[in-house]
């Protein structure tokens, strides 16, 4: 039988990609985003106990990850870096190419809920499920989501 230790430990391993998606989309170097790991995983843990499951996993743990980025930018850079929890949270498994790199550079000029719902769009979630997260209703997610793709293309130069 799993404890809850190692029941936590898996869920967020399983799904650790959204993290590393806020962290990079929130934090422009590696080291604001090692500390912005940190800070998220400390949440989820946090938090944890108070999981219900009315949402998907995934979902509540793209609440905690975007209101932990958006919240704790201006701590997490004045915070005195840290080990990382779990070495295999840490480090990203990112191919790394020029759209890519493109892209994310995109994103990161987005408003921080913009962001968050780019990245949880990517990430294959419905805008039910966007919306749930960030706690809009799905309407309202498609129009910023029309916006949002507007915006992203003018920043990739497609509007030219």
């Not at 949440?43 to 958006?70: E, H, K």
């Not at 921080?112 to 294959?124: H, K, W």
């Not at 919306?131 to 130069?157: D, Q």
């Amino acid at each position: 039988m799993a404890t809850i230790d190692q029941e936590f430990l898996a869920l967020v391993e399983r799904h650790q990609g959204i993290l590393h998606k806020v962290c990079r989309s929130y934090a422009d170097n590696e080291a604001d985003r090692r500390d912005l790991m940190q800070e998220i995983l400390y949440q989820l843990w946090r938090s944890y106990r108070g999981y219900d499951g009315r949402a998907s996993f995934s979902t509540w743990m793209y609440r905690i990850a975007v209101n932990t980025a958006i919240s704790g930018l201006r701590k997490l850079r004045a915070m005195v870096a840290t080990d990382p929890l779990d070495e295999r949270l840490a480090a990203p498994n990112v191919v790394h190419d020029e759209l890519l790199e493109r892209l994310h550079a995109a994103i990161r000029q987005l408003e921080p809920v913009q962001r968050a719902m780019v990245i949880m769009f990517l990430d294959g979630l419905s805008y039910r499920e966007i919306a749930a997260a960030l706690g809009a209703t799905e309407n309202a997610i498609g129009v910023r989501m029309h916006r949002v793709r507007a915006r992203l293309s003018e920043l990739l130069g497609e509007g030219r």
